[in-house]
């Protein structure tokens, strides 16, 4: 009897990380022979846009600052005549996966080179997968000529990220490393990466939210989630990620905000069928992975609920029935009155554990 062969792949991608790293944002551009840069920028990171444009002085060729959360197909059709007006050759983001995704977006349409600037931890700037919207659908492809081709991790650049952004952000990152610990296309290098980012993760965050403006922790949280955002890149996602992109892409909801509610409701409800990957994860830990995650939700400050976030309850259902029709690989096989019943949980906001 033959063995399930096991597939890992990596894409080329060159990283910088440290203190004061966005300031080799003009080398890099010089690396990749481009003269024309598109800065993309959100306006949180409008003093870092300042500076970085400042530096390459001629070779920014333009600036756009609206990117929206989901990558909606209609802001990248605005990006993109800024790109054909100003003959842009290359473009950098600054900003969370909004800037980047656009970036992406952009590339994707042109073929331009990316340079990736991350300012939360959500990880895009790592993964060859791009989500868009339109019409209230989204849409994910996977392409490796989609990821960045250079990242610079400055932790520098995530001391302004607000207590609640940086937890949600952190759940964000989090997901990732645990999807990939129960993924079907987990490799030994996904379950390596995973593990230390669940560990890294919940070590550095309580520290972080503790001491928001210490570098030194902001740079161990930041270097987890670049770990948690390559088990994005590298291992298939299950149940949580699904339903992150479904409900995300049909009400336009808070991604990060999204993540952190969910995620202990998938956990708990995936734990009988993943055991190996609890195994891990409450080795990682020290304690119970579910209660651990539950916890970082309750103590949240923001909305906590699918209610809170306005989904209507009369949705939940159709939402169960588009997710069961074509789930994505999941530890746990479901019906629609499974998911409907774990929506019905985060509507009202039952966290288990
Ligand atoms: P975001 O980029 O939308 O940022 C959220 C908010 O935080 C924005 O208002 C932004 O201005 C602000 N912000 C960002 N960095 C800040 C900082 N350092 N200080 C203060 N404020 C800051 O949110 P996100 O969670 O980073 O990204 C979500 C988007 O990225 C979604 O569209 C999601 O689908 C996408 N995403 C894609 C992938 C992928 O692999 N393709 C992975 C993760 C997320």
Not at 89 to 95: K, P, Q
Not at 196 to 217: T, Y
Not at 328 to 344: C, K, M, S
Request: proline share 8%; net charge negative.
């Amino acid at each position: 009897m033959s063995t399930p062969i096991t597939i890992h792949e990596t894409i080329a991608s060159r990283v910088l990380t440290g203190r004061g790293a966005v300031d080799h944002v003009p080398e890099e551009v010089e690396r990749l022979r481009a003269g024309r840069v598109l800065l993309v920028a959100t306006p949180s990171a409008k003093a870092t846009a300042d500076r970085v444009a400042h530096a390459l002085g001629a070779r920014l060729a333009a600036r756009f600052d609206r990117p929206a959360a989901h990558t909606p197909v209609a802001v990248t059709d605005e990006a993109m005549t800024v790109v054909e007006a100003a003959a842009a050759d290359c473009v950098v983001a600054i900003g969370g996966g909004s800037a980047i995704g656009l970036a992406k977006a952009v590339s994707a349409r042109t073929g331009m080179p990316q340079i990736a600037v991350p300012t939360t931890y959500a990880g895009s700037e790592v993964t060859p997968v791009l989500g868009e919207t339109e019409d209230g659908v989204k849409t994910t492809r996977r392409d490796p000529a989609l990821m960045p081709g250079t990242v610079v991790y400055d932790p520098d650049l995530t001391l302004t990220l607000p207590p609640g952004l940086t937890r949600t952000s952190a759940v964000n990152a989090l997901a990732h490393a645990v999807e990939a610990l129960w993924s079907p296309t987990a490799s030994p290098i996904t379950d390596a990466l995973a593990t230390e980012a669940v560990d890294g993760i919940l070590s550095a965050l309580p520290a972080v939210l503790d001491n928001p403006g210490d570098p030194e922790a902001r740079g161990r949280l930041q270097t987890a989630a670049w770990l948690a955002g390559i088990c994005l890149a590298q291992a298939r996602m299950g149940l949580h990620h699904q339903l992150a992109h479904v409900l995300g892409g049909a009400f336009d909801l808070p991604h990060a905000e999204l993540h952190t509610l969910l995620l202990a409701h998938i956990m708990a409800f995936n734990r009988p069928a993943a055991p190996e990957a609890f195994a891990r994860m409450t080795r990682a830990i020290g304690g119970d992975p579910v209660a651990a995650v539950s916890e970082l939700a309750r103590a949240y400050g923001g909305k906590t609920t699918l209610a809170d976030l306005g989904v209507p309850a009369d949705e939940l259902r159709t939402i169960a029935e588009r997710v069961a029709a074509a789930p994505y690989p999941n530890p746990r096989p479901l019906t629609v009155d499974d998911v409907a019943a774990l929506l019905d949980d985060a509507w009202h906001g039952r966290i288990p554990g």
